[in-house]
């Protein structure tokens, strides 16, 4: 049996508007922020190339991390996902971030320091 409103941690409207079905994507009804979606507006093909390359070289280096969120997610009943367990995916979340600065400027130190 689920747990009832009053055993959530969690205030009622945030638990109503995460587990609502609206219409449209989560993307859609959370779109990235102002200056995020002008950056990812602008990029050349060529940059787009470079972003692509990027996020797989960021998907491969984090497929542990990834795994071990969705360990966290599924292993836990719905009622613990906010305080503690949200802590630990923002954990999680920021090793991802820290391994993706760590690729990009891998690659453009690469870049840099390649012999003329």
Do not use: C
């Not at 859609?28 to 979606?37: C, Q």
């Not at 940059?47 to 390359?53: I, K, L, M, P, T």
């Not at 997610?73 to 991802?96: A, C, M, N, W």
Request: proline content about 6%; charged content about 25%.
């Amino acid at each position: 049996m689920g747990a009832s409103w009053s055993e959530v941690s969690a205030p009622r409207p945030l638990v109503e508007f995460l587990y609502t079905k609206e219409e449209g994507t989560l993307e859609a009804r959370n779109p990235p922020h102002h200056s995020l979606r002008i950056a990812m507006s602008k990029l050349t093909p060529e940059q787009e190339g470079e972003a692509r390359a990027l996020a797989d070289e960021i998907a491969r280096a984090s497929a542990d991390d990834l795994l071990a969120l969705a360990r966290l997610l599924v292993g836990k009943p719905s009622d613990q996902v906010f305080g503690h367990t949200e802590r630990q995916l923002r954990d999680v979340v920021h090793r991802i971030g820290a391994k993706a600065l760590d690729l990009y400027w891998a690659q453009k130190k690469t870049v840099t320091s390649a012999p003329a």
